[in-house]
Structure formats: structure tokens, C-alpha cells
């Protein structure tokens, strides 16, 4: 890892991580250390073959947020039980692996291939029959039916990535993770051998994925196909291909309906993000109705958007504010029911759209809250839609994917407030002014810890500049704070009190 961490070197050519079995695991892990680092401007990529799964599905989120799939191909034989093991819990795999291994790394060792003794084929059957157990589970039962059912738990690992299955009929790539999970299962449920010899495949593939390939290169260019002449569509020819390619049959109705949902799933993500993508240009012109509802209030009025709806709740502008929410929720709730892309909250154009609308109209909705429930309760902590906290949540993760270098802080004021919370911070500080005028000094430390919070704002340039207009909630917080302070320490100034009183508030 020292051509990564050496800056001299970072701007050489991609580099493959590669790795066979637990080194393919161990690959695995090193690209997604390199991919987190982001220790250079090209990605690396990641080859396995036979490797065991690794991370959760946790992990597999984190990977399809970050648009990483795409960096890695796992490779997998026929009847290698390896990337199948984890499937099944670890007590039920302990000792029969424990006593294959021996036998394993005699035969990667010597580049030689020898006919296992007696106890080494019953620890083979043993840990087969414990794998094709747990696999027809983890594939046909999701969390829900064995918690109901109360038979086993659930495997917690998951793939992520392209799986490349291969047999001797060629090989298909497959990259949505349950599809992957049933075909780990269903490439094992082979009946064109006795189970006998099974049990030697899946010791033999596992040390012979050279041959495996060079297998599958051949079938490659002599341009053999295996589809069915009869297919009644493009969509069936293809999907004949595949499940003759990784050698369970076209005729195999539980490998042909996996791969038919994953394709189905695929095109409603596509189908969904195209609807949203033609009602987000329709929303466009209500965000462009509130900008111009926002320039007149501020250039006629002399006062914030947020304070005139504040004040004067706008029927134009609420029922904006509402069709906009309706948009922005309905977009929440089909992410949660998984019927949008796995990498949908990483798109720039999602991300750029949320973002916008969050700090454009959330201050209209922290000013809908209190001045409906004045008095009553914190915004931040008791009233902020789900929508603005799952908007922010995705664009901070974006924001940790994205370079930091070449990049140089403000100049001028943000053409809107970088918090989109920054209102309800200031309603709170107002509450407590009035708790402080009734002796409860106690708030001090809040008011303090409020102006701090301010001052960093104005000094990244983080702040618009219609927050300084003379009647805003803002600059009467300060008013009110800057004669608390002088009454009882006349000479007292402050970060803050020299940019509003001194400097000026022009960026």
C-alpha cells in the first residue's frame, strides 16, 4: 500500500487489486480502503475469485451511496462452496472446514490435484449440506418470514459488486445483490452429477480458476451460444443465455424468475427516476415563483422572506411551500421502500435539487412553526420535517466523497444561508433573550454559544445578506444582545459586535 500513501507516486496509473480466496477478501477490503482514502484521482479496481463475502448490509448501502460497485468483479465457479460459505452461520461450518483446509492448501501449495481420503470427503458432504441449508433460506425467506417462521437467523452478509458466474457452459455477469444471493444457491442445486462428485467440485474449483477461465475465454471467442432457438424475445433470448451460461439451465424456473425481477426491479428504478425527473422540471417553476416572491419582499419591502411569511403568512407562497413538501416527501418514501437505485441519494443532480430546495424553503417552514406554535417547543428538536433531516443526511455524505483540494473558502455572502436551520436557531436565541429579561441568567451560555455560532457563519461567508436587512429576526436578536451586554459591561466588544458594528455586513 506504500505506491498509495506515497504522494510522489499518486499520479501513476490505476492500479488492480487481485486476490484468490481469503486474498480476494483481502483485496476487497484494501479497494475500499483506497476508495474511502481517496488517495487518488483514478480508482482502483478489484478482481476476486472465490472469495467469501464480505460486510453486511451496511456495508453494501455505503457502497452503492458512494457509486463503488462498479470498482469490483467477483469471480465464481460453478460449485465453489467458498464465496457460498458465510451464508451459513460459523458453528455449522467450523469443523468441517477446520478439516478441509489441510487438504486445500496442500493442493495450491504443490499445484497438484489428489483424491481426498474418506474424512476428508465426509467433512466435504457435511459442510455441502450445511451450506445448501442455510443458502435455500437466506434465498427463499426474507427477515421477516424466519423471524415469523422461527427457524434460523438471517445471514448478515451481502454481496455488492458484478458477480461473474462461471461453468462450463461460459459465464454471466449479475450485479443486483438479491438476485446474487439466490444464484450462490441455485449454481450449486446441480443434478446433472452424482452428489458425490459435487462434493469434489466444490474442493477442485476452488484452486482451479485458471482453467475456469481459460474455459470461459474459449467459449468467448469461438462465439458459442446456448440460448434456446424458440425464445419468444430479445429479453427471453438474453436471459436464456445467461442461465445456460452459468450452467443451471433455461429451463431452471426459480434462476429464470430471479433474474426476471432483477430485471423488472431495474426497470421500475429507471421508470420511477424518469417520472420524478419530469415533475422535478415542473417544481423548477414554483422554486422560481418563491425567488421572485423572495427578490420583491427584500428589494420592495426591505425585510427577509422569512420574516414576511413570518409575519404575514402568504396563501401563494404556503401552498408552494406545501406542493413542494408533497414532492419532496414522496421521493423520501419511495427511496425507504427501496423503489429508486441503490445510488440514488449519491446523484449530483438529486443531491444538487435537494440541497437547493432545503435552504431555499425550509425557513418557510421554520417560520409556518412558529408562528403557528408560538411558544412551544424547539424546531430543530420537536418540528423539522423528515424530509430536510434526510436531505441534509444525504448531501453530507455526499460531501465527504468530494475533493477537497483546489478548493479556496468564500469571498462574497452565499446567495442563500448554508444552514437551512439558521432561522430556527435564531428563534431560539429570541426565546431566550426574553428568558433572560426575566432574571434567568442561566441562558447565558446559550446566547454565547448562539453569537459564536453566528460570527463563524458571517466569517465563512456562510450567511446570505439579506439576514443583515434592518427589521430581520436576526439583527433584532443582536440589538436586543449587544444592550444586554453594554448595560452590564459598557466597554464590552465581541468578534461579532466588530463585523456588525464596524466592519459592516456587505461580504
Known amino acids: 500500500m506504500q505506491i498509495y500513501t506515497d504522494s510522489k507516486q499518486r499520479q501513476l496509473k490505476p492500479i488492480i487489486f487481485v486476490g484468490h480466496s481469503l486474498g480476494g477478501a483481502v483485496a476487497t477490503l484494501a479497494t475500499l480502503w483506497v476508495l474511502e482514502k481517496r488517495l487518488r484521482q483514478s480508482s482502483p479496481f478489484c478482481i476476486t475469485f472465490g472469495s467469501p463475502l464480505v460486510g453486511d448490509v451496511g456495508l453494501v448501502e455505503a457502497v452503492g451511496r458512494e457509486n463503488w460497485a462498479g470498482n469490483f468483479c467477483h469471480v465464481v465457479s460453478k460449485h465453489d462452496i467458498v464465496p457460498r460459505m458465510l451464508l451459513a452461520p460459523f458453528d455449522s461450518i467450523a469443523k468441517p472446514l477446520i478439516a478441509i483446509l489441510p487438504y486445500w492448501q496442500d493442493m495450491m501449495t504443490n499445484d497438484r490435484k489428489t483424491v481426498p481420503d474418506s474424512s476428508i470427503q465426509d467433512a466435504g458432504r457435511i459442510l455441502l449440506n450445511n451450506v445448501l441449508q442455510y443458502t435455500h433460506t437466506v434465498t427463499n425467506y426474507g427477515p421477516d418470514s424466519l423471524r415469523e417462521l422461527g427457524v434460523i437467523k438471517r445471514s448478515p452478509y451481502k454481496p455488492f459488486g458484478t458477480y461473474m458466474f462461471?461453468?462450463?457452459?461460459?459465464?454471466?455477469?449479475?450485479?443486483?445483490?438479491?438476485?446474487?444471493?439466490?444464484?450462490?444457491?441455485l449454481t450449486m442445486q446441480s443434478h446433472e452429477k452424482p452428489y458425490d462428485n459435487i462434493v469434489q467440485d466444490c474442493f477442485s474449483e476452488h484452486v482451479e480458476y485458471g482453467s475456469v477461465l481459460n474455459h470461459v475465454t474459449e467459449k468467448s471467442m469461438s462465439g458459442k451460444r446456448t440460448a434456446k432457438p424458440d425464445s419468444e424475445s430479445s429479453d427471453k433470448m438474453g436471459m436464456s443465455l445467461q442461465l445456460e451460461a452459468i450452467g443451471v439451465g433455461a429451463q431452471d424456473d426459480h434462476?429464470?424468475?430471479?433474474?426476471?425481477?432483477?430485471?423488472?426491479?431495474?426497470?421500475?428504478?429507471?421508470?420511477?427516476?424518469?417520472?420524478?425527473?419530469?415533475?422535478?422540471?415542473e417544481k423548477q417553476c414554483i422554486m422560481a415563483e418563491l425567488e421572485w416572491s423572495k427578490e420583491r419582499s427584500e428589494k420592495e419591502n426591505g425585510i427577509t422572506y422569512y420574516d414576511s411569511f413570518r409575519k404575514h403568512e402568504d396563501i401563494d407562497n404556503n401552498l408552494r411551500r406545501e406542493r413542494l413538501a408533497r414532492f419532496w416527501d414522496q421521493i423520501i418514501e419511495m427511496w425507504e421502500r427501496h423503489e429508486l437505485p441503490n445510488d440514488f441519494q449519491s446523484q449530483n443532480k438529486w443531491i444538487n435539487a435537494g440541497t437547493t430546495y432545503r435552504r431555499f424553503?425550509?425557513?418557510?417552514?421554520?417560520?409556518?412553526?412558529?408562528?403557528?406554535?408560538?411558544?412551544?417547543?424547539?424546531?430543530?428538536?420537536?418540528?423539522?420535517?423528515?424530509r430536510h433531516k434526510v436531505l441534509q443526511k444525504w448531501m453530507e455524505e455526499k460531501e465527504k466523497t468530494r475533493s477537497s483540494r483546489g478548493r479556496s473558502g468564500r469571498t462574497k455572502l452565499a446567495s442563500l444561508t448554508q444552514d437551512s436551520c439558521f432561522w430556527a436557531q435564531v428563534e431560539e436565541a429570541l426565546k431566550e433573550m426574553k428568558n433572560l429579561e426575566r432574571g434567568q441568567y442561566q441562558k447565558l451560555g446559550s446566547l454565547e454559544t448562539f453569537e459564536g455560532y453566528a460570527t463563524e457563519m458571517i466569517n465563512e461567508r456562510n450567511i446570505s445578506s439579506d439576514v443583515f436587512l434592518e427589521g430581520s429576526s436576526f439583527t433584532e436578536w443582536w440589538k436586543e444582545w449587544k444592550e444586554h451586554k453594554q448595560n452590564r459591561f459598557p466597554e464590552w466588544r465581541s468578534p461579532l459586535y466588530e463585523i456588525m458594528e464596524t466592519q459592516g455586513c456587505n461580504g
Open 166 to 185: 462461471c461453468s462450463g457452459e461460459g459465464a454471466a455477469c449479475i450485479d443486483n445483490s438479491e438476485t446474487v444471493l439466490k444464484i450462490l444457491h
Open 255 to 281: 434462476a429464470r424468475i430471479a433474474l426476471q425481477r432483477a430485471g423488472n426491479i431495474e426497470k421500475k428504478h429507471n421508470t420511477n427516476v424518469a417520472k420524478l425527473a419530469i415533475e422535478l422540471s
Open 361 to 386: 424553503v425550509e425557513p418557510l417552514d421554520i417560520a409556518h412553526y412558529y408562528s403557528m406554535c408560538e411558544g412551544k417547543g424547539n424546531y430543530i428538536s420537536d418540528g423539522r420535517p423528515t
